[in-house]
């Protein structure tokens, strides 16, 4: 079976752009979180969605917004980029909410110059 | 914000040797987890502990939890090269994962 799947693996914008980030979950996976991973540190959560509703959101301002869709794949946005934003965004997949080991993928490398 | 942190930051091993990294944590928690995360990739899931075990095994793998210390501890044994990665721990709330600083292990073959 696919793992999670995250498009595109690597992205490079300028300030003030916007992006929007893919994630494909494992099949019969309803979460989706994404995590913000700096260059040095941890992963830190930004949202998590499962049956297409937020369940949670971390400490991040509103220019992050994310979506989940039917097919349960979601999209995380970011606006009015910032250099602070350039980093490693990952998706995890897991059956339920809470309790479950996740199941990342590999990242999109988000580079803002 | 982070969780914790791990300790130690680094850690440099020859191959056969344990290696063993330890995790405190602020919150509560519902589980621990520990992943490992090879450089430029995503995390891989290793073991979760549930809030009322005290120590789980998996292969050559072995984690203990105190949650009155809120720490936890990574034993690898009998290391290996292909071991050579970073680990975090991450506390498991209700809808979340909140990682740590983690430890950067090198297995010297």
């Known amino acids: 079976d696919a793992g999670v799947t995250q498009s595109p693996t690597h992205l490079i914008k300028t300030r003030g752009q916007h992006v929007t980030l893919r994630c494909s979950p494992i099949?019969?996976?309803?979460?989706v979180s994404w995590y913000q991973q700096v260059l040095g540190q941890g992963p830190q959560f930004i949202f998590q969605y499962y049956e297409k509703e937020e369940r949670g959101r971390g400490n991040f301002p509103d220019r992050f917004s994310a979506r989940q869709f039917p097919n349960y794949s979601s999209e995380l946005n970011v606006n009015a980029l910032l250099l602070g934003d350039s980093a490693l965004y990952l998706c995890?997949?897991?059956?339920?909410?809470?309790?479950?080991?996740?199941?990342f993928g590999d990242g999109t490398r988000l580079s803002i110059l | 914000s982070q969780q914790g942190e791990e300790d130690p930051q680094a850690l440099s091993i020859q191959e056969g040797e344990n290696a063993t990294m330890n995790c405190s944590y602020k919150?509560?928690?519902?589980?621990l987890q520990w992943y490992r995360q090879n450089s430029g990739r995503g995390l891989v899931h290793l073991i979760l502990?549930?809030?009322?075990?005290r120590e789980k095994h998996s292969g050559r793998l072995r984690v203990t939890l105190d949650t009155s210390k809120k720490s936890s501890s990574l034993l690898i044994t009998a290391s290996r090269a292909a071991d050579t990665a970073s680990y975090f721990c991450a506390g498991g709330a209700t809808n979340k994962l909140i990682f740590g600083t983690g430890t950067l292990l090198a297995v010297q073959p």
């Open positions: 502990i549930r809030s009322n075990e």
């Open positions: 995890a997949s897991s059956l339920g909410v809470s309790n479950q080991p996740q199941h």
């Open positions: 099949s019969g996976h309803k979460s």
């Open positions: 919150t509560s928690i519902n589980n």
